[in-house]
């Protein structure tokens, strides 16, 4: 399996000519392809900056970046990169470009050149991966925000991209939209995408194959979900609450129970407790 994205040392600072504070400072990391890696930190270390670069919005200030083996620092590479690696953002409506959905959904791969014969098929396809096939002639207006969600990641989708970063894309979401993008984005995934989820929600990272913790725009550490949400000095230097289940975990043990095993997910909490 090849990389999907190598970062060796990158800096970045958002105002070069002041004081630079790094938004990104010796920042490196490798996501395998068809990997499932999820990004947490707190507010304002450096997530977004990094999900930009991956998606050749940002360009490289300093260090080394290749996406879908392409040199992120040659300016040639940038378009290509955006069509390998999609990001869908935080507010779906900031995504359409249309109204109707066929035709936002035909926006994407026009605008990569894909040849006109081949864009409906395209659309059709995207639809039915989010499961909305159907959904060509109706207006983005009426849908709900998981929906509109939805379309927005079927845009991406459409320019057939093989990375898919997601940046907070639940956080305006009801429970059951936040369900049904969840959903879809597993499915991604298990289809062989490559997905970058950030988020600032600790329990939708723990179906991640790793976990990469953001502290002050450097990488504090990556690992699985288990290493990571176990590990409560790591836990305690990011600011982040651990699962419920690791929290229950940790709580009967300070009270003197200790259960057989530390569970990520509600089935094995009950798991652990029937034991
Ligand atoms: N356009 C910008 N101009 C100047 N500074 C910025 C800009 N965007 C981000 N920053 C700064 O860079 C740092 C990292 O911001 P970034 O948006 O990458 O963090 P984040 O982890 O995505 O935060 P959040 O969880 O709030 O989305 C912050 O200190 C932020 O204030
Ligand atoms: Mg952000």
Redesign the pocket.
């Known amino acids: 399996m090849k990389e999907a994205v190598q970062a060796k040392h990158l800096v970045h600072t958002?105002?070069p000519a002041g004081n630079g504070?790094r938004?990104?400072d010796d920042f490196s990391l490798t996501v395998m392809g068809g990997e499932f890696l999820a990004i947490l930190?707190?507010?304002?270390?450096?997530?977004?900056?990094?999900?930009?670069h991956l998606n050749a919005l940002l360009a490289v200030q300093q260090g080394e970046l290749t996406v879908a083996c392409l040199d992120a620092r040659n300016s040639a590479n940038v378009w290509k990169i955006r069509q390998r690696a999609g990001m869908v953002f935080?507010n779906p409506d900031n995504q359409f470009v249309s109204s109707v959905i066929g035709e936002d959904l035909a926006f994407g791969p026009r605008n990569f050149g894909v040849p006109e014969q081949e864009i409906p098929r395209r659309i059709q396809q995207a639809l039915e991966t989010v499961g909305m096939s159907g959904y060509e002639k109706r207006s983005t207006h009426l849908l709900s925000g998981g929906q509109k969600q939805r379309i927005a990641i079927a845009g991406v989708l459409a320019a057939e991209p093989d990375i898919l970063i997601f940046?907070?894309v639940t956080s305006m979401l009801d429970p059951e939209g936040r369900r049904d993008v969840l959903g879809t984005i597993g499915r991604l995934h298990a289809r062989g995408r490559t997905v970058i989820l950030?988020s600032?929600d600790i329990e939708e990272a723990v179906g991640a194959d790793r976990v990469a913790l953001?502290h002050d725009?450097r990488l504090l550490a990556v690992g699985t979900p288990r290493e990571m949400f176990t590990d409560a000095d790591l836990m305690r230097r990011t600011g982040l609450t651990p699962p419920l289940p690791v929290r229950v975990y940790n709580d009967l043990r300070e009270r003197g129970i200790t259960l057989p095993f530390c569970p990520l997910t509600m089935e094995e909490l009950e798991e652990a407790l029937c034991r």
């Open positions: 958002y105002s504070r938004s990104l930190g707190h507010n304002g270390c450096g997530k977004t900056t990094l999900a930009r935080q940046d907070e950030i600032h953001i725009g």
